[in-house]
């Protein structure tokens, strides 16, 4: 499996933003849930989360900058 061109700079994309975005809710669930419980419910939580992972599915297919790689 070879990496995309710069992927150092995959910090941009809006795709692996919303990834990162998805994990840090699965970490914030570990310890914030329990105190937001009154608030957002398991379910209301759950479904958060899949709508983010729509969105993330959704910007992985949007092109997010220059060509690259391809034949002039």
């Not at 998805?22 to 419910?41: D, K």
């Not at 959704?58 to 002039?72: F, M, N, T, W, Y």
């Amino acid at each position: 499996m070879k990496p995309i061109c710069d992927w150092r700079c995959c910090y941009r994309l809006y795709s692996v933003q919303i990834t990162i975005l998805i994990a840090l809710l699965g970490f914030a669930q570990l310890e914030l849930l329990p105190m937001w419980q009154a608030q957002l419910s398991p379910r209301a939580y759950a479904a958060l989360n899949s709508a983010l992972a729509l969105v993330g599915f959704v910007a992985r297919l949007i092109k997010q900058g220059p060509d690259q790689g391809e034949p002039s």
